[in-house]
């Protein structure tokens, strides 16, 4: 707990209930708020991919300008986005084809995705995924804006190989879409169902569920040698996206149950989990519900009532993604290479944590050294960046780890906070002048459990997933 009383925390744990409650309780926690993707200022969180096109602000638009013999280039957010309402504002030149990208990935390694029977090779680093269509194209008379395409995949989709009449939509966009002018697209992603409209009339409409989550992004096509479109632009302005829960939470999509990946919690059991202390899994403290593992609120001690939990399993080289969502002044983490064996005295186990913590109201923000116990750092060791991306109370993030032989990385929303290798000189230094400086050898097992912590907070975890050299 650190200098806080528990009393002091419960005091701010209940003035903050109340706005817990109007932006997280319920399964459907926020189907009312709107976060804006863009505050107008700054593009230093967006991650630019593909092309070398350019991206800037003017007012309170993002202004994308073509630029000659480059790849289609996109400005991306840098977490991932599920079930979600997005709302923005376009307007293009009409020489320039663009989009808006949802649900979409980017791999640093080449891909081959399975769908519809056949193999598609995705290079490296390529951006691809839904695309909700920007089309004027007068040259070509088609007016496809707000349909989706699947970019660097299977092409069109509506109209095309998942429904909608070529012709009558290009007869509909002619009629809606506004040359010139800004034009409002309304996209809901929610489980398998895909649906636009364009100021206001209902276009595209279909059910695929090849991936289920992704970064959101904005296109600028490429022009080739074309100079006549050299420096054309399309803008964008009012992004706002509402996340909503998640109406199939704790599966996998297609593309990664082809990549390897599996479920290590199922959303329902607590089959391949027990507890830290013993082999049956603890019997209060941690409920099911909702599609959500939660850990209950006991006044922030650490591991001193339900306790933590642990995979029945162990892992060495892996990537595990979770998704997690804190309550007010919360504190807890996930740990990796755990030997539940090594600490039978008060306190949790011990193992490398990714810390989750509530960094404005809880104080161990404010100790360790240079905030090395802030949320996505290496608890205790490495600090994470200070203007890492964070969702505040009742919304959700995802902690991504990734392990490769001695050397780790952790990404909290998509962006990497720190990374570093076990074992070496330079670990063990930072181990001597930590609270672990008394456990020898301390993070360097070739393999371990995985643990999700009891500190004594309510915290949620869903989408539990993992991926494996032997998935």
Partial sequence: MGVWSCTLMKTIKSLSVLLFCATACGSLMAAEAWTNLFDGKSLDSWVKRGGNATYTIEGDSIVGTSTLNTENTFLCTPRDYGDFILEYEFKVDPMLNSGVQIRSQCFPEAKEIVTVGKTIKVGANRVHGYQIEIDPEPQKNRWWSAGIYEEAVRGWLYPGICGGDAKQFTDQGRTIFKQGDWNKVRVEAIGDSLKTTLNGAPCAAIKDARVAAGFIGLQVHGIGKDKDKDGTQVRWRNLRIQEVAASKANTLSDEEKAAGWKLLWDGKTTDGWRSARSEAFPKGGWQIKDDMLIINETGGAESASAG?????????????????????????????????????????????????????????????????????????????????????????????????????????????????????????????????????????????????????????YRNIKILTKSN
């Fill in 308 to 460: 933590d939990i642990i995979t029945r399993e162990k892992f060495s080289e892996f990537e595990l993604k979770v998704d997690f969502k804190m309550t007010p002044g919360a504190n807890s983490g996930i740990k990796m290479f755990v030997d539940p064996l090594l600490n039978k005295g008060a306190g949790s186990s011990i193992g490398i944590e990714f810390q989750i913590l509530d960094d404005v109201l809880h104080p161990d923000a404010k100790l360790g050294r240079d905030g090395n116990r802030t949320i996505g750092s290496l608890y205790d060791l490495i600090p994470a960046p200070k203007d890492k991306k964070v969702n505040p109370p009742g919304q959700w993030n995802q902690a991504h780890i990734i392990s490769k032989g001695k050397h780790m990385e952790f990404r909290l929303n998509g962006i990497k906070t720190v990374e570093f290798d076990r074992g070496t000189p330079e670990w063990r230094e930072l181990v001597k002048t930590s609270k672990y400086k008394g456990w020898p050898n301390f993070g360097e097992l070739s393999e371990g459990n995985i643990l999700l912590q009891d500190h004594g907070n309510q915290v949620f």
